[in-house]
């Protein structure tokens, strides 16, 4: 079956790290862009970071303005899994992060979330002050 797994969320103080995964079964993520969304509660849906992956090899990277400098998106080929790398967590990062994909028949463009067609169940990241 074709799935997206988010795991890795937890409780953190600010100022720590999490590495977040998100695993897919059923497809790889060969030509597929890769984000990370992140969702808190009375706030908006905000698009965290993205990933391209071309021919096994990851491409282009895209962050948010609120997490440039703090958070790393990277992809594992072997382990089909792409990770999100979130270092000097504060208070306000904390939401449920979904992972979801799409894939871009070689494009390499930014998609938009309407354009995610895949979706992980999410991750809880609580980060205390």
């Known amino acids: 079956e074709v799935q997206l797994q988010a795991s890795g969320g937890g409780l953190v103080q600010a100022g720590g790290s999490l590495r977040l995964s998100c695993a897919a079964s059923g497809f790889t993520f060969d030509d597929h862009a890769v984000a990370w969304f992140r969702h808190a509660p009375g706030k908006e849906r905000e698009g965290v970071a993205y990933i391209s992956v071309s021919d096994g090899s990851a491409g282009s990277t895209y962050y948010g303005d609120s997490v440039k400098g703090r958070f790393t998106i990277s992809s594992d080929n072997a382990k089909n899994t792409v990770y999100l790398q979130m270092n000097s967590l504060k208070p306000e990062d904390t939401a449920v992060y979904y992972c979801?994909?799409?894939?871009?028949?070689?494009?390499?463009?930014?998609?938009?979330?309407?354009?995610?067609?895949?979706w992980g169940q999410g991750t809880q990241v609580t980060v205390s002050s």
């Open positions: 979801a994909a799409v894939h871009t028949y070689g494009s390499r463009r930014p998609f938009g979330p309407e354009e995610y067609d895949r």
